[in-house]
């Protein structure tokens, strides 16, 4: 079983390997914004696991399932912002909220949030109707009333 942090752990080295083709504790400890022995902890912890293969002072390496968690990982915090960007939702925010959501998301519910998005990808139109319902909840009652007469005739 995963902890949140090391599903943070294994997303940062995931994305560390992919960017650089390494990771270093330092960079680790830095993007985590964490001190570099808790990295080295959380990764004698992920080595135990079989998810990282560490050698003191030689770095590491995901292993197979370690790199096949990571690329999960951030699959799932890629769709929860793309998710969040399709409801209008800023970016500052996004950050913040994806954060608080990964780690407790429910696989169902996380297919059922994929498909939503890939129906707005597919059908533009929809997504654009949407933005325009989401108009009209902003905005005043008068506003409303205009808008449902222009959307009625579209």
Do not use: W
Not at 10 to 39: C, F, H, N
Not at 65 to 74: A, F, H, I, T, V
């Amino acid at each position: 079983m995963l902890t949140p942090s090391m599903e943070d752990y294994l997303e940062t080295i995931y994305e560390l390997m992919k960017e650089k083709g390494y990771a270093r504790v330092s960079d680790i400890a830095t993007i985590l914004a964490v001190q570099p022995s808790s990295v080295t902890k959380m990764i004698q912890k992920l080595d135990e696991k079989n998810f990282v293969t560490y050698e003191k002072y030689r770095g590491l390496v995901l292993t197979p399932e370690g790199e096949q968690l990571g690329r999960n990982m951030k699959q799932r915090h890629r769709m929860l912002e793309d998710f969040l960007r399709l409801l209008g939702v800023g970016e500052s925010t996004i950050r913040k909220d994806v954060e608080g959501i990964e780690h407790h998301i429910s696989p169902s519910t996380m297919r059922s949030l994929q498909s939503l998005v890939l129906f707005f990808q597919e059908y533009p139109e929809y997504q654009r109707a949407f933005e325009r319902f989401r108009r009209l909840q902003a905005g005043t009652a008068e506003d409303r009333s205009t808008e449902n007469l222009k959307v009625m005739d579209e």
